[in-house]
């Protein structure tokens, strides 16, 4: 089975611009989920989707924002870029039975100048 | 407040010793937990999973981690290191009513010396 895919793995924006990330869950997991890794405040949750809904929301300003396709695959927003949003953000997918863990992708490295 | 804690922020451990990475959390109920490893520029990889019955749980790549429900804690171990297990280690938690938004300790870097 194909892991979890992200695209595109590095990103280059200027601050004041939006950005758009993909990602493409393990087949069949119907969850997927957000989350931006910095070296100050480590991981930390965004959002996660299932079955095109958004079922959790992290503390993250309005800016940030994300969509699920009938497909499961995901995509996330950011718009007006600050220099603070540098960062990995990282797309998991976990199945519908509860326990089993999310399953990472390798991340969008996004760094804002 | 809910919180996960990672006391150790980095470990040097020479190749063919033991390691053990500990992490305490504060839930008012038994969360589920994990342990996670991610190598420089990679994403995370699961380790190992603990949610029910046996404390004691095995993992991918010789590791194993034990619940201690009485000291809110599930340690992560290996009897004998590799150079390929220089990597930062994070654990994390789900609630059981909502496992989908982990929250993770801040992270264990490993290095592994000759």
């Known amino acids: 089975k194909a892991g979890v895919t992200q695209t595109p793995r590095y990103l280059i924006k200027t601050r004041g611009q939006q950005v758009t990330l993909s990602c493409s869950p393990i087949?069949?997991?119907?969850?997927v989920s957000w989350y931006q890794q910095t070296p100050g405040q480590g991981l930390q949750f965004l959002f996660e989707?299932?079955?095109?809904?958004?079922?959790n929301k992290g503390n993250f300003p309005g800016r940030f924002s994300g969509r699920q396709f009938s497909n499961s695959r995901s995509e996330m927003n950011v718009s007006t870029l600050e220099l603070g949003d540098s960062a990995l953000y990282l797309c998991?997918?976990?199945?519908?039975?509860?326990?089993?863990?999310?399953?990472f992708g390798p991340g969008t490295r996004l760094t804002v100048t | 407040a809910q919180s996960v804690t990672q006391p150790d922020i980095h470990i040097t451990v020479s190749e063919g010793a033991s390691l053990e990475l500990r992490c305490n959390y504060s839930?008012?109920?038994?969360?589920?937990l994990f342990w996670y490893v991610q190598s420089p520029g990679q994403g995370l990889q699961l380790l190992l999973k603990?949610?029910?019955?046996?404390?004691l749980v095995q993992g991918i790549k010789g590791f194993e981690a034990e619940f201690k429900r009485s000291q809110s804690s599930f340690n992560l171990r290996k009897p004998s290191v590799h150079w390929s297990d220089a990597a930062e280690y994070f654990c994390?938690?789900?609630?059981?009513?909502?496992?989908?938004?982990?929250?993770f300790g801040a992270g264990t870097t490993v290095t592994v010396r000759a």
């Open positions: 998991a997918s976990s199945s519908t039975d509860r326990g089993i863990g999310q399953y």
């Open positions: 087949s069949g997991h119907r969850s």
């Open positions: 989707y299932f079955s095109e809904t958004q079922r």
């Open positions: 839930y008012g109920a038994t969360p589920y």
């Open positions: 603990y949610f029910s019955g046996d404390t």
């Open positions: 994390a938690v789900g609630l059981r009513s909502n496992d989908y938004k982990l929250s």
